[in-house]
């Protein structure tokens, strides 16, 4: 069948629409594809930039030590102090000769007065304050001088100079106070923070870290007290002494009491706990009675016993290479009474086990005087219990 002119054409228009929407559809799926294979660049002031901000942790406050200042500062007092002190005569002029010669002229011993400063802190609003013995030594009354400005006049109620702590009582209502923290809790590496008034220069702050815990006196130089000491590289100068030394939350954790005249970066400060508890015995009964046993000591190791083994004035045949060696045993003390000897190996204290001198010493002092104590030895290879009663330190050896 034979198709007229105008079918024709119809047809032949179909075909026309029909190719180009093919090669339309085929160009539009062309760039479709290429869209998809390379993304279509778009001009920046057509496609506004917008930062996307990284996600940070909360970050921890930068400035606890200022918060733990702030909280503390106004409970750290200066404490002035003034002793009269007299110069003795030279040695020479005691000679009667001179006493002879000179008669009544015979220079007298010169008095003056001397001016010291330390630091102290409130541990009560009603004025109970505390420091170290040897910033109040040698006075009865002491000028207290708080951070905002007010001065008062401050009995001294009481001093142990064994452990180095004093108190004083000011008469005052409604005065800041510090929180008492735990040394106990401290790890050597945490940061600690030191108030006080060094050279005069008051509420300086200094800040370091805890660096060990746990030094004895004779480590720290002061063999004739009974501390264990925290060591700190917080800055430690005279007049510091009797500050509080802070954890990093502002917690009274110690207090700051001594530093090694030949060393840089190294300073001491007594546990808390220690001084609240000589505190309150101060304030309560004005003294402090330490529980004595009377034994001389050593920690014990391999190239000691050898010195101790070769040496003939301890006449002792040491064979343990560990633990706490009695050495000697005081005449007349209630560790003789009790039966202690040189020689015996010290192995518990009150049913705890120690393992060095400190520990022995930290055993009696947590007894009471009179009080019934048990101590483990090593004697002779084998094991006996001791029960010793403490007295009380003797006032000679203070």
Known sequence: ?????????????LLGLGGGAGVLGSRYLMAEQEVIRRPQIVPAVLQPFTPQR????????????????????????????ARQVSRDIPQPFHNPFFRRFFGEDLPMPKQRIEQGTGSGFILSSDGRLITNAHVVEGTEEVKVTLKDGRSFDGQVVGTDPVTDVAVVKIEATDL????LGKAENLTPGEWAIAIGNPLGL???????????????????????K??????????????????????ATGEVVGINTAIRANAQGLGFAIPVETAERIANQLFSKGKV?????????????????????????????????HGVLIVRVVPGSPAQ???????DIIKTVASKPVKNATEVQQGVEASEVGSQLEVEV?????????????????????
């Open 1 to 13: 069948m034979s198709l007229s002119l105008k079918q024709l054409t119809v047809y032949l228009t």
């Open 54 to 81: 990284p996600k940070v942790a909360p970050q921890k406050n930068l400035n606890f030590i200022a918060k733990a200042v702030e909280k503390v500062g106004p409970a750290v007092v200066r404490i002035d102090a």
């Open 176 to 179: 800041p106070t510090v929180n």
């Open 202 to 224: 008051d509420n300086t702050v200094t800040v370091g870290i805890i660096s060990a815990l746990g030094r004895s006196s004779s480590q720290v130089g002061v063999p004739e």
């Open 226 to 247: 009974r501390v264990s000491f925290i060591q700190t590289d917080a800055a430690i100068n005279p007049g510091n002494s009797g500050g509080p030394l802070l954890n």
């Open 289 to 321: 009675e330490h529980p004595y046993l009377g034994i001389q000591m050593v920690t014990l190791t391999p190239e000691l016993r050898e010195k101790i083994n070769q040496d003939q004035d301890f006449d002792l045949k040491v064979t343990q290479d």
């Open 337 to 343: 009474r009790a039966g202690f000897k040189s020689g």
């Open 378 to 398: 090593l004697r002779n290879g084998k094991t006996k219990l001791i029960v010793v009663r403490p007295g009380a330190f003797p006032m000679e050896n203070r």
